[in-house]
């Protein structure tokens, strides 16, 4: 974020300006992290599942078969068995994101 935030290439050694503004840069963002992280410290399991479906549920069931069939599935029989698993996982991903949000 530092380097879209501060076009130029200087690192602050050479301009205190850029190094004071850099430093207030990463202040600010730790504490706004800290603040999210204290107002929804409450709600860790929900956030826990929700990181969880997002990303777990399509590393095991939809990203290997992704792989499967654009690498080496060669019979019909096969391609169709990846993309009902690509399927199983695009539900699954859903299911799981709708019983967190109610």
């Given amino acids: ?8 290439r200087e690192s602050g050694k050479s301009d205190p300006t850029t190094k004071w503004l850099k430093n207030l840069f990463r202040v600010v963002t730790v504490a706004i ?4 992280a ?24 939809m990203y290997p078969p ?9 019979s019909r029989a096969m ?4 993309l009902a698993l690509i399927a199983l996982g695009a539900v699954a991903l859903v299911y799981t994101t709708y019983q967190i949000l109610t």
């Fill in 1 to 8: 974020m530092e380097t879209r935030l501060f076009k130029r």
């Fill in 38 to 61: 204290y107002l929804g410290s409450e709600n860790l399991d929900q956030f826990v599942s929700f990181v969880g479906s997002f990303a777990c549920i399509p590393l095991v069931y």
């Fill in 33 to 36: 992290t800290a603040t999210i």
């Fill in 79 to 82: 391609k169709l068995l990846d």
């Fill in 66 to 74: 992704m792989l499967h069939y654009k690498s080496c599935a060669e």
